[in-house]
C-alpha cells in the first residue's frame, strides 16, 4: 500500500509544482516584451550595423560588395577620423568634469537650509525637460556676433568675439550649452544621495575637528560615491553620442574644430553616402562606449563605498 502511494505522488504533479510551473510562465509571460524588444531595436540593429561595415554599401549605384575588412583598415588611414576622436576627447573631457563638478556644488547648495531653494531647483531643473532642438536654437541666437550675450558685455565694455565661427571659442560655447542642459538631472541625483547622508556622522566628524573641507572629502564623498558612479557613467555615454548641438550650432566647424565622432558619422553616411564605412566607424563608437563603461565599472571597487 505505502508503495502504491508513493507511486501515485512520484507519477502525478503537485499541487505545489503546478502553482510553480504557473508562476514562472507568468514570469516569462511579463518579460517577454522587454526581451523581445531588446531582441528587436538593439541585438538585431547591433548585428545589422557589424554586417554592414563588412560591405561597401552604394545606395545611388544600388550596389552591395563585400570587403572584409577594407573599411577597419581605411579608419586606420584616415585623418579626418583621428581629428573626429581627438575633438571628442576634448569634449567629453571638459563636458563631465564641468557638468559633474556644476552639479555637485548645485546639490550642496540645495541640501543646505535656506529660503528660495524650491526656485532655484526648478530653474536649473527646468533646461532638462526642455526640447533639446529648442534650446540650442535659442542659444545659437545669443551666441552669434551680434547676439544676446554680446549684447550684454557690450553693456561693460567688453568686446564679444564671433562664439560659434571663432575655433578657440566654439568647443568651450558647445560644452557650455551642453552642461546647462543636463546639469539639473545630475544636480537632482546627487541632492538625492545627499539628503540620505546620515546628519549624525557629519556631526560626529565636525566634533572631532574636520573642517567643511575635510567633511566633504572624508565623509560625503564616500557616502555618496555609488550615485558618482552613476553620474559618471550616463555622462561619459551621453557627451560621446552628441549631434543636435554640433549640428544647429556649428556644423561641426569651424573647419573641423567641433566635428566629434558622431557627427562624422553622420556626415559619412549621409553627406557622403559612405554607408558601410559609416557603420564601421559606428562600431568602432560603439567599442568605445563599452570600454570606457566597463573601466569605470571595473575600477569603482578602488573609490565606490560599499564596494569590496
Known sequence: MPSTITSLR????????????RDNAVGYLFVAPQVLGTLAFVVAPLVMVVWYSLHEWNVLA????????????????????????????????????LN?????VLALLLNQKLRGTTAFRVMFFSPVVVSLVAWTIVWGFLLQADGGI??????LGIEGPN??????????????????????????????????????????????????????WAVIVPLVSPTILLVS??????????????????????????TVLVYYLYQQA????????????SVLLFVIVLT?????????KRWVFHES
Open 10 to 21: 512520484v507519477g502525478r504533479p503537485t499541487r505545489r509544482s503546478t502553482w510553480r510551473r
Open 62 to 97: 544600388n550596389t552591395f560588395t563585400f570587403e572584409g575588412a577594407g573599411n577597419y583598415e581605411r579608419m586606420l588611414e584616415d585623418p579626418g577620423l583621428r581629428n573626429s576622436l581627438v575633438v571628442s576627447g576634448w569634449f567629453s573631457l571638459g563636458l563631465v568634469v
Open 100 to 104: 559633474i563638478s556644476l552639479a555637485m
Open 150 to 155: 554680446n549684447g550684454f558685455l557690450s553693456t
Open 163 to 216: 562664439w560659434l565661427r571663432n575655433g578657440n571659442t566654439a568647443m568651450i560655447s558647445v560644452i557650455v550649452v551642453q552642461v546647462f542642459k543636463n546639469v539639473g538631472l545630475n544636480m537632482i541625483l546627487f541632492l538625492a544621495a545627499l539628503q540620505g547622508v546620515p546628519t549624525e556622522i557629519q556631526e560626529a566628524a565636525q566634533l572631532d575637528g574636520a573642517n567643511a573641507w575635510r567633511r566633504f
Open 233 to 258: 557613467i550616463i555622462t561619459v555615454v551621453g557627451s560621446l553620442e552628441v549631434f543636435a548641438q554640433i549640428d544647429v550650432l556649428t556644423q561641426g566647424g569651424p573647419g573641423h574644430s567641433t
Open 270 to 281: 549621409f553627406e557622403f553616402n559612405q554607408f558601410g564605412y559609416a557603420s564601421a566607424v
Open 292 to 300: 570606457l563603461t566597463l573601466i569605470q565599472w571595473q575600477t569603482r
